[in-house]
């Protein structure tokens, strides 16, 4: 069955789980961290220990089916690792990594992801926004 692999149970993997879970789509959560793993599977949740890095660890958490992988995790060059793994086993399963860094992104879509969320884009978004929001407020206007 198509599910959704997450790896990393950080604020972004819990953000993915919960609406998954609200919109009624399977996932499994791939965690490092043992007491994690404990707590999520007490829950109910699908969960492997391991390293999304290592190839047996992706098999066990279903990357023959899965439909997206979901690269959550705060290690960057983990997650380019992780990527290049997936994308080897199976280059159909979607690819989404978290980086900080807009170079490591690049990296990532190399290894094989086919989609990157930047730390340092989305902030340097995020301060555009609110800056373009305050001026419309006050009036004071911001060319493009």
Excluded: W
């Excluded at 919109?23 to 599977?41: C, H, S, W, Y």
């Amino acid at each position: 069955m198509p599910h959704v692999i997450i790896a990393g149970f950080g604020p972004g993997g819990r953000f993915v789980a919960e609406c998954l879970k609200k919109a009624g789509i399977p996932f499994v959560l791939v965690e490092k961290n043992p007491e994690t793993v404990r707590t999520q599977a007490a829950l109910g949740i699908q969960v492997i220990q391991g390293d999304v890095t290592d190839a047996d660890v992706l098999q066990r958490a279903g990357i023959e089916t899965a439909s997206v992988l979901a690269l959550a995790i705060p290690d960057e060059q983990a997650a380019i690792r992780a990527a290049a793994a997936a994308h080897a086993i199976r280059p159909e399963v979607h690819i989404i990594a978290a980086t900080r860094y807009t170079s490591s992104g690049f990296k990532a879509l190399q290894a094989g992801a086919d989609e990157v969320i930047v730390a340092e884009q989305a902030v340097a978004r995020e301060f555009r926004d609110r800056i373009r929001a305050f001026m419309a407020r006050n009036s004071l206007g911001l060319n493009e």
